[in-house]
Each structure stands twice: as structure tokens, then as C-alpha cells.
């Protein structure tokens, strides 16, 4: 399993996608974002449009640790982007649901709902990449919702980074491995 981390418009995608390809042209996309504006509607178009028409793609966020278990076994290679989409609708959920939880509980919950969703990308036959991005690297956020999310991302990716066989981080379109 290989995790891609990097920051906003790094490259990462471009480089996952390029490693699919590479396995060959089985490959099963789960897309987690969601359009919740113009910017992420386009950014959405331009990701389906780069992507290999034989690939099979999934979209969503809940419960992607079952479509690993039925269908990842018929791929050459499965791409989860993004991670950082599959936290931030995560977190919304989990806020919505208890608006006052702290941030040790908020990311319990993102990482009970990681777990499963590893276990199976660590069971499939499929070569599984995760694209995440790297927020740990910007200014300090201005608000404490956007403060939350940054603590809780770093947290998720320090524990798919110590999940994952192979971490590369795409700097300015350039892949540096890091383990």
C-alpha cells in the first residue's frame, strides 16, 4: 500500500494515476470528493476527464472498505483520492452529529472509521494507493473548525503513513520516497 501525500495542486494525482497505469488497466478509482462549490465542481471534472476510460469508478465516501472487500480483487490497482475529502466529510458528519466533541474524540472517530477501510486495502490482491494532502506545511489557520481539521489530517496521515509500505511525497510535480 503507498501513500501519496503533497500539497494542493502537487502533483499527487498525476503521479497515483501515472502508477495505475503503469499496473495496467484494471483499476478501480474511488473518487471521494464531493462538489461543494464551483472550485471542487472543476476540480472534479478535470479529474474525471484525466482518467483512463477503462478505469471503474466509484464515488463517494461511506463505507469504501466494502466496495474493497467485493470488487478489489478484480483489479490490477485501486486509487483512493482523496483522503483529505474523505476526512473533511467525516468530520462534518461526526461535527453535525455532536457539535461539541473534542479534538481527541473527533479524531478517535476519524480513525475507527480508517480502520476498517485499511484492513481491507491491506487484504485486496489490488496494489492500493492512498492521494492525501499535506497540511502541515501552511500558515496556522484562522479558525478553529479549519484548526481542527488540520490537527485531525495530520493525526490520519501520520497513521496511514505508518500503515502504508511506501510513502511518497510530490513536491512541485517531482515524487521524493520517504519510506
Not at 503507498?2 to 494542493?8: C, D, P
Not at 483522503?83 to 461539541?100: E, N
Amino acid at each position: 500500500m503507498t501513500l501519496i501525500t503533497g500539497g494542493v495542486r502537487s502533483g499527487k494525482s498525476r503521479y497515483a494515476e501515472g502508477l495505475c497505469r503503469e499496473r495496467g488497466d484494471k483499476t478501480l478509482y474511488l473518487a471521494t470528493g464531493t462538489g461543494y462549490d464551483s472550485l471542487m465542481q472543476e476540480k472534479i471534472r478535470r479529474s474525471q476527464k484525466n482518467r483512463s476510460m477503462a478505469w471503474v469508478t466509484r464515488e463517494g465516501y461511506v463505507n469504501l472498505e466494502q466496495v474493497i472487500k467485493a470488487e478489489g480483487n478484480r483489479y490490477d490497482s485501486i486509487l483512493l483520492d482523496s483522503v483529505t475529502s474523505w476526512v473533511a466529510d467525516h468530520m462534518k458528519l461526526i461535527i453535525a452529529d455532536d457539535p461539541g466533541i473534542s479534538l481527541r474524540d473527533l479524531e478517535k472517530r476519524l480513525l475507527s472509521l480508517l480502520s476498517p477501510l485499511l484492513d481491507a486495502a491491506i487484504r485486496t490482491s489490488a496494489e492500493v494507493f492512498l492521494v492525501t494532502n499535506e497540511v502541515g506545511f501552511s500558515f496556522d489557520p484562522a479558525t478553529e473548525r479549519m484548526r481542527r481539521f488540520v490537527e485531525a489530517m495530520g493525526r490520519v496521515n501520520q497513521h496511514l503513513a505508518a500503515a502504508c509500505n511506501r510513502v511518497v511525497f510530490v513536491w512541485a510535480g517531482l515524487p521524493v520516497q520517504l519510506k
